[in-house]
T-cell receptor, first 111, second 118 residues
Framework: DQQVKQNSPSLSVQEGRISILNCDYT??????FLWYKKYPAEGPTFLIS?????DKNEDGRFTVFLNKSAKHLSLHIVPSQPGDSAVYFC??????????FGQGTELSVKP | DAGVIQSPRHEVTEMGQEVTLRCKPI?????LFWYRQTMMRGLELLIY????????DSGMPEDRFSAKMPNASFSTLKIQPSEPRDSAVYFC????????????????FGPGTRLTVL
């Protein structure tokens, strides 16, 4: 059973618009959440994270929102750029200190 | 630093053959992770080492999979015998834990090995 779910395998957005990537998790005990970005033929790279004591964390064009009651987090990219086209993985840190990843969402930003 | 190095980048083999994937972590990192990426399940942690010692191998799918870390600069993931369902991209990552907890912001991934088992 998937503890971390990204229900949209792909997303297409126009350059300059907002990209919203969503992620749901099952365990309310999770308290640290991350987003990774992956380009083709490369490994994932860390993008942004959020602790459960916050509901928002911002880093430039990237903002992660956490809704603990809904067990949902999202990544907003504003404005979207063609170079943002990649696969985005959300991940949670479990109590054992392991990262659990979602299936990924492929973002395509069209010029 | 060259980052995490994995070899080979691509491997095509026939069912029943032994496959060995290799990883060189970033110098100075003392934690190493092996992940597998598939379309259905995304990125799954297979095993991780801390100071060359396997800490958690609960993600290893079955006995056909084994991993070793003989020293701080080298690890292998072996599949014997390989099966078509093992086809996936295998990533190695390394990190330097900060303090008492895991600072997972700093897991650095290699480029992966794409394995195809025919």
């Amino acid at each position: 059973d998937q503890q971390v779910k990204q229900n949209s395998p792909s997303l297409s957005v126009q350059e300059g618009r907002i990209s919203i990537l969503n992620c749901d998790y099952t365990n309310s005990m999770f308290d640290y959440f991350l987003w990774y970005k992956k380009y083709p033929a490369e490994g994932p790279t860390f993008l942004i994270s959020i602790s459960s004591i916050k509901d928002k964390n911002e880093d430039g064009r990237f903002t992660v929102f956490l809704n603990k009651s809904a067990k949902h987090l999202s990544l907003h990219i504003v404005p979207s750029q063609p170079g943002d086209s990649a696969v985005y993985f959300c991940a949670v840190l479990n109590q054992g200190g392991k990262l659990i990843f979602g299936q990924g969402t492929e973002l395509s930003v069209k010029p | 630093d060259a980052g995490v190095i994995q070899s080979p980048r691509h491997e095509v083999t026939e069912m029943g053959q032994e496959v060995t994937l290799r990883c060189k972590p970033i110098s100075g990192h003392n934690s190493l992770f092996w992940y597998r990426q598939t379309m259905m399940r995304g990125l799954e942690l297979l095993i991780y080492f801390n100071n060359n010692v396997p800490i958690d191998d609960s993600g290893m799918p079955e006995d056909r999979f084994s991993a070793k870390m003989p020293n701080a600069s080298f690890s292998t993931l072996k599949i014997q015998p390989s099966e078509p369902r093992d086809s996936a991209v295998y990533f190695c990552a390394s990190s330097q834990p900060a303090g008492q907890g895991w600072n997972t912001d700093t897991q650095y991934f290699g480029p992966g090995t794409r394995l195809t088992v025919l």
